[in-house]
């Protein structure tokens, strides 16, 4: 379960997790089988953000949502 | 008369147990209507979740990270939840408040809080000169500031000796290895001084009471803990009425003009036969309740003096021959309760 | 289509809720700094470079004025001297000067400088363990204040002074037991064993020296007032002992400093605006005693103070750029202490906790004070995200360089701006030169002007002082 303020819960693994704003609006992507260079053009777009500083910020949050498991590569 | 709003803290019931929990049941005993908010530093403080638990709960920082961010969130919680009454429960929050009754009456809270001195009186460090003021025992208690200083007074005071942080936990230790553990840690999570205190042997009484400010007591309450855990902590105890405790507790009193609920934390030495003090709380114990449950309130009677701006007449003392257990059982909440207070920065 | 209107960016991150406590204000919100003294950050930094110290005149003279209010209304002859090791930059010691303080100094180097500054010698006290002779010489002949911290200095003061027909008036510095940890018994004589007397006695065996002071420096950063309240009472009666022992009578007190600023030291539980005391509470601790146990009807003895910290620290700042952002995987901290020993390092596992790391374009080369003390941090622009422990390094190219392990920051990027403060005590005269040049140091005026007060250093500045012999002049 994922709610709209970034609380996620694995029903499987007891697990639960707090995305940050930008956070859940990547994994809603991720949900939409949205492409990494897609999702990095979408924040560009949607925020007040540097492009490198979103690059820089996506590749560390995509480790660590494979991290959990909720992507595989 | 509306019925009192309250706010306050020290939910968990877990391990360590706060007051909290036991506050509410106290008060709602008294104040049926009471509107009680919790505050919390953890979504898993366990009191949030019991029957009858508070009527809302906040997330609120560390005591530590200072008053400016304390009084920042407490005025965003007091324009969702107005509230009239503020019982801090922990000796960190009452170490930050204690000389910002201002602050706090400014928002229109009510609150009982001892002086800054006295305070400082009745801490760990200086416990040694007010037992010498008041004549009562007091183990070799020393402020440690590192771990030389450790080494040192260790020296002095033989293992195993009793660890303390400044405000909270306590370690007993029997060789400089652990001594150098204990001390790491309690300094990390409360800061220095550390305080190493001669540990003596015997059976451990406590005594809650609410002193009036003026050097006298609205109520007091003696225990025997008659089951201890592993870390000390008093799964049981029985009242006793023993004049020696009670003379005791009242010179240190009326040395201190204590003001609202405090803890006194003593051990017999059976060959002496001698209280020795080992703490003096600011605040209630996690076993508040109990008393309430043989007749006298004490939370019912701190909230009384806020509403009235006098403290009620005198407690009953609580006859010989009560005691309590600690019971544990398991509160139910759902992980949506917990993704309520996980997310509501910003 | 490109939106016009771009929402406010947080860095994506993705918690564990078991790995704390389930609390997003558990560290306060997260302040801004965005001007210092109404000057804006990034125009300061545009006009002087990152790093930059930044002093606050209108900081130091307020502080100033309020520990001469504290200590004067409660005493009726009371005399600050700055205390030229906290710092010498020459613009903070006039500012000072100005206000009315004379100079403490503890070396010839220091003496020079209140000299250049244009402090007689008559108003710089000389204090310190180690005074070189031609300094000693230079101070008699001036005027200055002596404090001997030993019995070697005493005695060659009493060589050097053979002969004198008026004799020299120096006075002795003074260790004491008053409750501080530590007691500071690198310095001067007991005052509590019996040490001083025996000194006292010596002096009263060289008519050409005169003991008219006692100096006492209990200790840094002192956050118990009453500390000063029994070393006051030890002062006097000390003082009164030696005057019956016919040392004549002793004309001054100096309680030295230690009093604490607004910093923070690792493992201080409350923040200091909880923990450090007003100075009116180390004034009354001070005044209060001293008046109580002076003989009733006599004059009080003059009352100096060479309080460093508390009137420089507060005002001054160190702004610095975020170069780069990275995480940092927390170790074991076990493991890690084993791996210093060669015993199977901490491997990095998947998944293992780890937190925000920054690297600022400034090391503990211009911050030695975080050795002791951990300075707020705060952002330049506001963030709306919750803070998170983050560890904060330096520039430098080595592992030790962490400004602090846990500074509780939102997520930060590239080029963002942060606020060290208070820094202004040590840091200038403790810094070190080391892989690159030392950065600019501005004072900011109560009208918004910008003073440059040092220089950011260059290659001709560092390289001043080196020699390279002939047969290396010729790199080919």
């Known amino acids: ?73 | 008369m509306n019925p009192p709003r309250l706010i306050l803290s020290g939910l968990h019931r877990g391990e360590n147990p706060q007051p909290g929990a036991g506050l509410i049941k106290s008060i709602r005993a008294q104040f049926p209507g009471a509107f009680i908010i919790g505050l919390v530093y953890d979504a898993m403080e366990s009191g949030i979740y019991m029957v009858d638990g508070p009527d809302q709960v906040y997330a609120m920082p560390y005591p530590t990270s200072g008053a400016q961010a304390y009084f920042r969130r407490l005025d965003e919680i007091l324009a969702l939840s107005p509230a009239d009454i503020l019982i801090p429960t922990l000796d960190a929050e009452i170490e930050l408040l204690v000389h910002l009754e201002e602050e706090i009456t400014r928002r229109g809270l009510r609150c009982v809080l001892p002086d800054k001195l006295t305070l400082q009186r009745r801490s760990k460090a200086n416990l040694t000169e007010l037992a010498n003021l008041c004549d009562v025992a007091v183990p070799d208690t020393q402020p440690i500031y590192d771990l030389s200083g450790a080494y040192a007074v260790s020296r002095g005071l033989e293992f195993p000796l009793m660890v303390k942080g400044q405000y909270y936990d306590a370690k007993k230790v029997q060789h400089e290895g652990e001594l150098a553990a204990a001390v790491s840690r309690l300094a990390a999570e409360w800061g220095a001084p550390v305080i190493l205190q001669k540990c003596v042997d015997g059976p451990e009484f406590n005594a809650l009471g609410l002193g009036d400010g003026k050097g006298g007591l609205v109520g007091l309450c003696c225990i025997r803990k008659t089951i201890l855990s592993d870390k000390g902590k008093g799964l049981g105890g029985i009242t006793i009425n023993d004049p020696r405790l009670t003379d005791l507790c009242e010179r240190l009193v009326r040395e201190l003009k204590w003001n609202g609920p405090f803890e006194v934390e003593l051990i017999l030495d059976e060959k002496r036969g001698e209280y020795f003090l080992i703490e003096i709380n600011p605040r209630f114990p996690a076993w508040v309740d109990f008393p309430s449950q043989c007749g006298a309130n004490f939370a019912g009677a701190l909230v009384r003096r806020l509403l009235d701006g006098v403290w009620p007449a005198s407690l009953p003392t609580c006859p010989a021959g009560h005691f309590y257990l600690r019971h544990q059982i398991e509160v139910h909440g759902h992980v949506n309760q917990i993704a309520e207070l996980a997310g509501t920065y910003a | 289509m490109t939106p016009t209107l771009r929402l406010p960016y947080i860095r994506p991150t993705l918690s564990r809720l078991n790995q704390g406590p389930v609390n997003p204000f558990r560290l306060g919100t997260s302040p801004s700094c965005p001007d210092i003294d109404g000057i804006s950050v990034p125009e300061l930094t545009r006009e002087h470079g990152s790093p930059l110290f930044v002093f606050s005149e209108t900081a130091l003279r307020d502080a100033y004025r309020a520990a001469h209010r504290a200590f004067s209304r409660r005493y009726p002859d009371v005399q600050f001297a700055w205390s030229y090791k906290t710092n010498y930059l020459n613009a903070i010691c006039r500012v000072f000067h100005q206000e009315g303080a004379i100079a403490e100094v503890v070396s010839g180097f220091e003496y020079e400088k209140a000299r250049h500054n244009g402090i007689e010698g008559h108003n710089i006290i000389f204090n310190g363990p180690h005074k070189e002779k031609a300094d000693v010489e230079r101070a008699i002949a001036e005027g200055a204040m002596l404090q001997v911290d030993n019995i070697d200095e005493l005695l060659h003061l009493g060589e050097i002074t053979k002969g004198r027909t008026e004799p020299l008036p120096i006075a002795l510095r003074v260790h004491l037991s008053t409750g501080v940890q530590t007691v500071w018994s690198k310095f001067g004589f007991s005052g509590d064993d019996g040490e001083l007397q025996q000194v006292v006695r010596r002096i009263l065996a060289m008519p050409q020296l005169r003991l008219v002071g006692l100096h006492c420096h209990i200790g840094t950063f002192i956050l118990e007032p009453e500390w000063y309240r029994i070393a006051a009472k030890k002062m006097v009666a000390l003082a009164l002992n030696a005057e019956a022992m016919g040392a004549g009578p002793i004309r001054y007190l100096n309680m030295g400093g230690g009093f604490a600023s607004h910093a923070r030291l690792h493992f201080q539980y409350l923040p200091p605006e909880q923990a450090t005391p007003s100075m009116d509470r180390y004034a009354e601790a001070i005044c209060d005693t001293i008046t109580a146990e002076w003989p009733q009807g006599r004059t009080l003895p003059k009352l100096y103070l060479e309080t460093g910290r508390a009137l420089v620290d507060d005002a001054g700042y160190l702004i610095s750029t975020v170069v780069a952002v990275k995480r940092r995987t927390l170790h074991d901290p076990v493991a890690t202490a084993l791996a210093a020993f060669g015993k199977n390092g901490p491997a990095t596992v998947a998944g293992a906790p780890s937190q925000n790391a920054l690297v600022l374009d400034a090391g503990i080369n211009l911050m030695y004070t975080t050795t002791w003390y951990q300075p707020r941090i705060l952002p330049v622009r506001p963030c709306l995200d919750a803070p998170t422990p983050t560890t904060v390094f330096g520039c430098l190219c080595m592992n030790i360089d962490v400004l602090r392990e846990d500074a509780p920051l939102p997520g930060l990027t590239t080029g963002d701006q942060v606020v060290m403060h208070p820094v202004g005590a040590y840091n200038q005269t403790q810094s070190m030169q080391f892989i690159t040049y030392r950065p600019a140091v501005v004072m900011t005026g109560p009208g918004g002007q910008v003073h440059l007060i040092r220089r950011r250093e260059n290659l001709e500045y560092v390289q001043e002082m080196e020699v390279v012999p002939s047969h290396l002049q010729n790199p080919e």
């Open chain 1, 1 to 73: 379960m994922l709610n709209d303020r970034g609380f996620a819960f694995d029903p499987t693994s007891g697990e639960t997790f707090q995305l940050s704003t930008t956070g859940l609006r990547i994994v809603r992507l991720l949900q939409q089988d949205t492409g990494h260079e897609k999702i990095l053009e979408h924040v560009i777009e949607e925020f007040e953000v540097e492009p490198n500083t979103a690059s820089r910020d996506l590749a560390d949050f995509l480790l660590s949502v494979k991290q959990v498991g909720w992507i595989s590569e």
